[in-house]
């Protein structure tokens, strides 16, 4: 998926649980890459495969992306591009797979790592909650913000690696106004989802974002000004 992805297992967890886990990831990137020719995703695209024929896994991920459309008023798209590209949500869903699946294998305490989306349950080790550093957005080795919890989701989309990247489907050019955005919640696809759709408002993410349930949210702008939800108040 083009991302380097880690688990850490606290407790509950054995080497084969971990090949499991990766052996995962692999199927999900062999499925869903945009990169791969041979991937469901690219032959689906190109219309050498029918929905139809698609895996459970794939259909159920385009029925998502469409819920996903409705909920965020067309800022998450999938076909943004001019072609099918779930991966704003592919990510971390796949990370919320992995670790659900860890946890019913009886791995209570972990952390799954998905290019900085993480999904933690229970606790680190030394029976501490665990603490996400949400990186600085003009400080590659500093964080700007770090949040704590027994049982998170966090994702975060943002411009200081690749640039304004992030399309705004009703303009189809890259938005701006906002330089980071991280999503709390209990699930990391959709945290994923809804940090991209809110990236991709521009400003107008900020109000949207305000209106969430269930979800919280921490956001810095152009200008560097960072604003958060009470529910995510500064951890240290």
Request: aromatic letters at 8%; proline letters at 3%.
């Amino acid at each position: 998926m083009g991302t380097v992805i880690s688990v850490e297992i606290a407790a509950g967890g054995s080497a084969a649980l971990l090949d499991e886990v990766f052996a995962w990831f692999d199927e999900v990137d062999a499925r869903f890459s945009t990169f791969k020719d041979d991937s469901e995703v690219c032959r689906l695209d190109r219309g050498a495969l029918a929905l139809a024929d698609a895996s459970p896994d794939l259909r159920h991920v385009l029925s998502r992306c469409a819920d996903l459309w409705s909920e965020t008023d067309g800022y998450f798209d999938a076909y943004v591009t001019g072609r099918l590209d779930p991966s704003g949500f592919v990510k971390g869903w796949s990370a919320q797979v992995a670790s659900d699946r860890l946890l019913a294998a009886g791995a209570t305490d972990h952390c799954v790592n998905a290019g900085g989306d993480l999904r933690v349950r229970g606790h680190a080790a030394g029976g501490r909650p665990w603490r996400v550093g949400i990186r600085h957005p003009w400080e590659a080795l500093a964080t700007c913000h770090t949040v704590a919890g027994t049982d998170l989701a966090v994702a975060t989309s943002g411009v200081y690696e690749r640039g304004h990247h992030v399309i705004d489907p009703r303009r189809g050019r890259p938005a701006k106004g906002l330089r980071s955005v991280t999503v709390v919640g209990p699930d990391l696809g959709t945290a994923d989802a809804y940090a991209t759709a809110a990236l991709a408002m521009g400003r107008a993410g900020l109000q949207w974002l305000a209106g969430l349930a269930g979800y919280a949210c921490v956001v810095v702008t152009d200008e560097g000004r960072k604003l958060s939800t009470r529910a995510l108040a500064p951890t240290g």
